[in-house]
């Protein structure tokens, strides 16, 4: 049959229906590089003929790295590998032929059928060291070995596809700012120091390999390949489900330096001695209860206890994302494995009651809206896509939920007069929920506003003149209604369990910024004052507001500022470096500062100094939050991080919750709550989740 038209990178006409002298009978896939096609020899020899897509036929350096390929296939020999027969690099369209190997691919087995069995995964991984000893012999390192480029023939796993190979004697070399390689499969020093990657590389891909043969997914999984990176080089491997006495080898075999890792010998070696073991086989349990940790958990400490060495952690997320970014030559293997909501019935008799346990949801499924939630009536109160909702803070079970148009606020419902606020657009009309129900308690027509805030007991609407409305909360009765001086258009900032409204204007030049305080139950003005610089509000405690100093034109924070009516005091500390894009918050005289950019640091008012800074490269990240031992702040992925707020280090974070429109920017990212010593989070795809504020490592 005549040849498909490429579907592959770039439009380009039908491919020839040869190649060399062999003939082009179907094809067998396309990828980045190439289309592969079933071909036939004059003689009738049954071939796979991988032609070079006609855009990088064009280019130099694309042929130079096919090249490269043709050279290693060839030095390795076909007993564990697809045998190179002929090739032309040089050729209009590059070209080579190996010989056909009837099989699927890993990738397909797995996606069709499911995790290996235990007996399958001990030949699988005996195949693949034997495979790698025969490529690390002749001085070729694969540094791609993934699902999609393992064969499973009838005599046992081939390893194809040496696009990004390197043999050691090549004078072809990565160059600076690119990544070669497909994320969820690469080893820490491929993210760290390319030009240096070694068969090490090689092992670390096998382990990888071998935990998706096991369970479906990668050690590191994640839909961002960003995140991937940072848990290559950072985290601990997830082995759920990897079969107990395979699971101490994979461990080793994911150990984060090279010379940690063990050779293909020693590796079968030890597969010798563990392969009468599959009889009574025990695999590793889905989930984790109380404070047993999996059996894979435990073989990492022994592992690592047993190398003496504690794990290599000092490269930050912000270089493997520039390395990314930076014209990275990878396809991303999407792997999924986002755990679903845990029902409130599943906790073991022996649990305690009490006992909680980490759980997400998706109260509103389908929905492109992230939620925004709050916490209140010992319930987590939210908005998300037209509906207002409250979910049980034990087990995110739903509780019920109300239409209202929130599209108008981006903040979430709040408690207040002991009734939800929705904060929702119905015009000129107001309402007010019961907790336990949702039902209105209360409906009120009001002033048209154009601002809406609430405070503990009180609702304020502000009006096109710049009057400002004050509404009871507990009833929807109006108390007070008056403009605030020197405020043309006031826009109010409110802080948790202060009475107090915070009113700012900035004058013309930023040369000083106007703030006024106002009582929310009174409209009175309590205090005012002129200070120096454009300010922005952060917080407030002890009797003293805090705020970053600004330039408004370009976005820069540039110093924190204690203000404290009565004692007419006023302390600045510049911050080391300008901060584009910084929010903030404090806690016990400590403001975390967090950039656009990721940049976190605590900021000691009192010491006048810089406590720590971390680089964490969670770009258009929340308003941090801290209970004083943990500073927490929300990702745009969905991550939740937990940085120990003593020494400015990442001590957890949960897995990456983009969803479908992974592509979609957020523009307002709500900040995390803390209830109770939980954290509640939201993210992308929709999903409300709670962790454990007290064990971050746990996440």
């Known amino acids: 049959m005549a040849p498909q038209g490429n579907t592959g990178a770039g439009a380009e006409a039908e491919l020839p229906e040869y190649a060399g002298h062999y003939r082009l009978e179907s094809r067998l896939g396309s990828g980045g590089m190439g289309v592969v096609h079933v071909a036939q020899s004059t003689s009738g020899m049954k071939l796979a003929v991988k032609i070079v897509h006609a855009e990088f036929a064009k280019d130099d350096e694309f042929r130079g790295r096919f090249r490269q390929e043709v050279a290693a296939a060839r030095k390795v020999s076909g007993a564990f590998t697809a045998s190179v027969v002929d090739a032309d690099p040089d050729a209009e369209r590059p070209w080579m032929a190996t010989l056909f190997i009837p099989g699927p691919t890993l990738s397909d087995e797995v996606k069709r059928n499911g995790p290996l069995e235990p007996a399958q995964l001990r030949r699988l991984m005996a195949g693949l060291a034997e495979a790698l000893r025969d490529i690390h012999r002749v001085g070729v390192v694969h540094r791609d070995l993934k699902p999609s480029n393992v064969l499973l023939a009838e005599d046992g796993p081939k390893v194809i596809d040496f696009g990004i190979s390197r043999p050691k004697d090549s004078e072809l070399r990565t160059e600076t700012g690119k990544l070669i390689g497909t994320p969820p499969f690469m080893a820490p020093e491929q993210f760290r120091r390319p030009r240096e990657v070694g068969p090490a590389a090689d092992i670390f891909a096998l382990g990888s390999v071998m935990v998706h043969a096991a369970t479906g997914r990668g050690p590191f999984d994640s839909d961002s390949p960003y995140v991937v990176a940072y848990q290559v080089v950072h985290d601990e491997p997830d082995l759920t489900g990897v079969p ?96 679903g909501p845990v029902p409130a019935n599943t906790t073991t008799p022996q649990a305690k009651a009490t006992a909680f346990r980490a759980w997400d949801v998706k109260p509103v499924p389908g929905s492109k809206g992230i939620p925004r939630c709050s916490y209140g009536a010992g319930k987590v109160l939210c908005v998300q896509a037209g509906l207002v909702y409250a979910l049980d803070p034990a087990d995110g079970g739903l509780l019920w939920r109300h239409a209202a148009d929130t599209s108008r606020w981006n903040d979430p419902p709040a408690l207040s007069g002991g009734l939800v606020q929705p904060l929702a657009d119905h015009g000129n009309r107001l309402e ?268």
């Open 244 to 339: 107990a006495n395979l699971a101490p080898l994979i461990v080793r075999c994911l150990a984060k330096e090279p010379e940690d890792r063990p050779t293909p010998d020693e590796l079968m070696r030890e597969l010798r001695s563990v392969a009468a073991s599959y009889d009574t086989q025990a695999f590793i349990p889905a989930q984790r209860v109380g404070d047993e940790a999996a059996p894979g958990r435990k073989a990492a400490e022994q592992v690592r206890q047993r190398s003496g060495r504690r794990l290599h952690r000092n490269v930050l997320l912000a270089a493997a994302a520039l390395v990314l970014i930076g014209g990275g030559v990878f396809t991303s293997l999407h792997l999924t494995g986002t755990k």
């Open 432 to 699: 007010a929920l019961a907790p336990a129900t949702g039902r209105a308690r209360w409906q009120r027509n009001v002033p048209t506003y154009d601002g809406l805030w609430q405070t503990d007991g009180m609702l304020l609407l502000t009006g096109a003149d710049g009057t400002v409305t004050g509404v009871r909360s507990a009833s929807g009765d109006t108390e007070w209604s008056k403009k605030i001086p020197g405020h043309s258009a006031p826009s109010f900032t409110t802080f948790p369990g202060d009475p107090l409204l915070y009113v700012t204007s900035t004058s013309v030049d930023e040369s000083s910024t106007r703030v006024t305080a106002v009582d929310a139950a009174t409209g009175d003005v309590r205090w005012d004052e002129r200070l120096d610089g454009a300010l922005t509000p952060i917080g407030s405690e002890h009797g003293s507001v805090f705020f970053l100093s600004v330039d408004q034109v370009y976005d820069f924070a540039k110093a924190v500022i204690r203000y404290t009516p009565g004692k007419d005091a006023t302390h600045k500390v510049a911050l080391p470096v300008p901060r584009l894009g910084a929010q903030a918050t404090v806690h016990d005289g400590v403001v975390y500062v967090l950039a656009g950019g990721g940049a976190l640091e605590a900021i000691d008012v009192d010491a006048g100094r810089q406590l720590w800074h971390l680089e964490t490269s969670v770009s258009r990240g929340s308003v941090p939050v801290s209970d004083g031992r943990h500073v927490f702040v929300a990702a745009s992925d969905g991550r939740l991080l937990a940085v120990d707020a003593r020494k400015g280090t990442l001590v957890g974070q949960t897995p990456a919750r983009l969803g479908a429109n992974s592509d979609d920017v957020i523009a307002v990212r709500p900040r995390p709550v803390l209830a109770d010593h939980h954290i509640y989070a939201t993210a992308p795809d929709g999903t409300v989740f709670a962790v454990d504020a007290r064990d971050p490592s746990a996440w």
